[in-house]
């Protein structure tokens, strides 16, 4: 095995058990969040996310500059350059960050009357977490520039970790301030360790020069990035305007649901990003990198498909159990998981992108996409298939950006036949599965329980055999198994 091979197998390893680690510690937060929050809490909570998350695109896409400057100039072999962009980013975020924050902290003010005061003081929250998720953001992308998987492992657990302290010691006496103070104080928490820990220094720094530079990388992917989370959000916003708080809350399931499966291909994804970048750096050509698409996507799927009819009967198995008040929104995460196990496949394509600095293309196709969600999402609320259909709204537009977006990727070094033979490899399993759901589902129309899920397990092991078989005559099982022993 070569050491770029090793260097991505043991970083991946140490950043997937602390990925498995936070999620597994993730999932029981999130249960004792929504049991003790309930549907109309939880969607506040979900409603100030959506706003947080606006606000992390007003650093006009800088972080994301350095993210891919750092490693393209080390590569080069200019450590000086990188060092002054690491200092100019942090100048410029900070400021960024406290502006923005005082805007949404006075702007409280002005909606008081319009809003309980829970909701106004959570605005006031999300001014201070404004500055602190800047922060946290920042530390870890310099880590991952610098291709510290271990130190940003470290940092993601004690974040569960201390995310689920608070959820039991606070938000479960002190409700919805208990879910503002836990947030804040994990954040500090967590940030303070990064520091203390890899003993990362940085000063202000500022330089028009430079400034511009960064700039003319940063700005295609913060507009990127904001119709990304424009995309990604449509469907909460669809549902708070068109169905109420409640439903949100509801929908919350899905969206954990999304969030948990979307993550594990993403971490392979940022463990390859600075390597690809160096190298691209040294080469320049689309040959070298053209290997962090194919294989990957197609691993990750067949590694994933097969594991899709377990947790799709899994959701309505256990969460009747664990959390009761949010069975309505059952079938709309068991709709947007199937979309979900395609759109996660697109983080490979997208790095390819983005390391070829195309990023820009990537708007006009997040558009079509978020277009195609949206309306897809509507027609089916107004026809009274309410959260589910914003789930299969949604579903259809992941697939349709996987296509669009892998295309446009793999269409730098493939021929039409080559692109062809790619998607019958991930869309016929896909459909096969799909149909053996759908298939399994029917017989256990009207039950419920512990011991219906695990008959569906069964079936669907039974039914998996074929895809079973094909992942391993195509080497994927083999490909898994060297990673692991290497």
Not at 138 to 161: C, D, T, Y
Not at 284 to 309: D, R
Request: with cysteine; net charge positive; proline share 3%.
């Amino acid at each position: 095995m070569t050491s770029e091979k090793r260097g991505i197998a043991k970083d991946t390893f140490f950043y997937t058990i602390s990925q498995i680690i936070s999620q597994g510690i993730g999932f029981v937060t999130s249960i004792v969040i929504r049991n003790a929050l309930g549907p109309l809490f939880m969607g506040i909570w979900s409603a100030l996310r959506v706003v947080l998350d606006y606000t992390q695109y007003s650093g006009l896409g800088m972080t994301s500059a350095a993210y891919c400057e750092i490693p393209y100039l080390k590569g080069a072999g200019k450590l000086e350059e990188a060092e002054k962009v690491k200092n100019l980013t942090f100048t410029f975020t900070m400021v960024v960050s406290s502006f923005i924050a005082i805007m949404i902290f006075v702007s409280s003010f002005f909606l008081a009357k319009r809003y309980e005061p829970y909701v106004i003081n959570g605005l006031r929250v999300v001014a201070l977490g404004t500055i602190l998720t800047f922060l946290y953001s920042f530390l870890s992308v310099i880590l991952r520039a610098e291709k510290k998987f271990v130190s940003i492992s470290k940092a993601m657990v004690l974040n569960a970790a201390l995310a689920l302290i608070f959820a039991v010691t606070l938000v479960t006496r002190y409700k919805i301030y208990g879910m503002y103070a836990g947030f804040l104080l994990a954040l500090v928490t967590t940030s303070i360790f990064i520091l203390v820990n890899d003993n990362i220094k940085f000063r202000f720094y500022f330089n028009t020069k430079h400034l511009m530079k960064l700039m003319a990388i940063g700005l295609p992917l913060f507009f990127n990035g904001i119709f990304y989370i424009i995309y990604i959000s449509s469907d909460k916003i669809l549902i708070l305007k068109l169905i109420g708080t409640e439903a949100l809350g509801y929908y919350s399931l899905a969206m954990l649901v999304s969030s948990t499966i979307d993550s594990f291909p993403r971490l392979f994804g940022i463990v390859i990003f600075p390597r690809a970048q160096e190298k691209y750096g040294e080469v320049q050509s689309y040959e070298y990198i053209k290997k962090y698409v194919e294989k990957p996507t197609k691993l990750f799927f067949y590694m994933s498909v097969i594991f899709l009819g377990y947790a799709y009967f899994a959701i309505s198995g256990l969460v009747p159990y664990i959390m009761p008040k949010f069975t309505p929104g059952i079938l709309s995460a068991k709709i947007l998981l199937c979309g979900v196990i395609i759109f996660m496949l697109i983080v490979f394509s997208e790095t390819f992108i983005v390391v070829i600095r195309k990023q820009l293309y990537l708007i006009p196709i997040l558009l079509i996409s978020t277009a195609i969600g949206i309306t897809a999402s509507y027609i089916l609320i107004k026809k009274g298939f309410g959260i589910s259909g914003v789930s299969a709204g949604m579903s259809v537009s992941y697939i349709m950006y996987f296509i669009i977006v892998s295309g446009f990727a793999t269409g730098h070094f493939w021929k039409i036949r080559d692109a062809i033979n790619f998607y019958k490899d991930i869309f016929i399993p896909y459909v096969y599965v799909l149909m053996a759901l759908v298939f399994i589902e029917t017989l256990f129309i009207g039950k419920q329980g512990i011991g219906t899920m695990f008959k569906e397990f069964v079936l669907y092991a039974i039914f998996s055999v074929p895809i079973v078989v094909l992942a391993h005559k195509k080497g994927y099982f083999k490909e898994i198994l060297s990673l692991i022993k290497k």
